[in-house]
């Protein structure tokens, strides 16, 4: 039989594996929130700035405001999954109900579906 169905939880000791993972991810996602923020906030008064500079400045600032709100969005999810984790819930599918495996959960820490789960959730989406 598959490991994976055989268990209904991930152990304490693989639950504390995920969770340095995760809390590793954040305070990376957080270091780079802070660079996107600092360029969002970079001071473009300067009277060097020429009109077509300024121009690509903004393009720059929107699409460092649009990574910064996908970062803030990624630590949200993060998040979440260590209260998962404190419930000794996460790893489990929230479509199938069967364990995650745990490569998935190291690639994607965050995710809450199997592959299965998510070809099943794409699948109701069609319908």
């Given at each position: 039989?598959?490991?994976?169905?055989?268990?209904?939880?991930?152990?304490?000791?693989?639950?504390?594996?995920?969770?340095?993972?995760?809390?590793?991810?954040?305070?990376?996602?957080?270091?780079?929130?802070?660079?996107?923020?600092?360029?969002?906030?970079?001071?473009?008064?300067?009277?060097?700035?020429?009109?077509?500079?300024?121009?690509?400045?903004?393009?720059?600032?929107?699409?460092?405001?649009?990574?910064?709100?996908?970062?803030?969005?990624?630590?949200?999810?993060?998040?979440?999954?260590?209260?998962?984790?404190?419930?000794?819930?996460?790893g489990v599918c929230r479509i199938t109900g069967k364990l995650i495996p745990k490569g998935r959960l190291l690639a994607v820490p965050?995710?809450?579906?199997?592959?299965?789960?998510?070809?099943?959730?794409?699948?109701?989406?069609?319908?």
């Open positions: 039989m598959n490991q994976n169905t055989d268990r209904v939880r991930y152990s304490d000791a693989d639950l504390n594996e995920f969770k340095a993972l995760i809390l590793e991810k954040i305070e990376q996602a957080k270091a780079n929130l802070e660079l996107l923020t600092a360029t969002m906030q970079a001071d473009d008064t300067s009277p060097t700035f020429k009109a077509l500079e300024g121009v690509a400045e903004e393009l720059s600032k929107d699409r460092a405001g649009q990574r910064a709100q996908r970062q803030v969005e990624f630590i949200n999810k993060l998040k979440a999954a260590l209260v998962r984790i404190e419930n000794k819930t996460y965050h995710t809450t579906t199997s592959i299965e789960g998510k070809e099943i959730e794409q699948q109701r989406k069609k319908r």
